[in-house]
């Protein structure tokens, strides 16, 4: 089954204690990005990737890291996570043929205190 | 850059009314047209597309059509029913460049 499988789906940590959240694809996509959603602001991406070892910051990059080692795998890396970074986070992953759509995960629900 | 615009919610419908959410994009060139779903505690999924202007995007008893003339792909169902309450967001992808979504219009429907 085509999916893209994020990890964890919940998590509480506290400030200044670096994690990480996976993302990972099983449809071969040389696409991958990153969104997080807050309620009246929608969706903002934050890094994407064109395929691996390529990353590219979006609208909202301050604050974390990502990389890009294997065309499956998209981490996202909090390094000194504050409590501003609560949200939910979406993976995606897409083909970059033209105009086709893109995958998500369930999302992940981050909570800094 | 290209930008969605999407109608202001939340909105509030009875069982069995017609439903229409708005958007409209502003892109250069020929862009495809999205429209996702994320129903309650789940990530966004394809509801229906369209990718080329006058086509017609349908899936669920949606539709939404791509009009370039307007620049407008607006979503809507004759009837909808408790189980579309979810949030709906129109998308743009355009040749390889990243999707841009609108910011989302929350449904509630009613029994």
């Known amino acids: 089954e085509a999916q893209v499988t994020q990890n964890p789906r919940y998590l509480i940590t506290v400030t200044g204690k670096k994690l990480t959240v996976t993302c990972s694809q099983n449809m071969n996509h040389e696409y991958m990005s990153w969104y997080r959603q807050d309620p009246g602001l929608g969706l903002r991406q934050i890094y994407y990737s064109m395929n691996v070892e390529v990353t590219d910051k979006g609208d909202v990059p301050e604050g974390y890291k990502v990389s890009r080692k294997e065309k499956r795998n998209f981490p996202l890396i909090l390094e000194s996570p504050s409590p501003n970074q609560t949200s939910l986070y979406f993976c995606a992953s897409s083909s970059i043929r033209r105009n086709t759509e893109a995958f998500f995960g369930q999302g992940t629900r981050l909570t800094v205190v | 850059g290209d930008s969605v615009t999407q109608m202001e919610g939340p909105v509030t419908l009875s069982e069995e009314a017609f439903l229409t959410i708005n958007c409209t994009y502003t892109a250069t060139g020929y862009p495809s047209l999205f429209w996702y779903v994320q129903y309650p505690g789940e990530g966004l999924q394809l509801l229906l597309k369209?990718?080329?202007?006058?086509d017609k995007g349908s899936n669920k008893g949606f539709e939404a059509t791509y009009r370039k003339e307007t620049t407008s792909f607006h979503l809507e169902k004759g009837s909808v029913q408790v189980s579309d309450s979810a949030v709906y967001f129109c998308a743009l992808v355009h040749g390889n460049t990243p999707l841009v979504f609108g910011k989302g219009t929350r449904l509630s429907v009613i029994a």
């Open positions: 369209a990718t080329k202007a006058d």
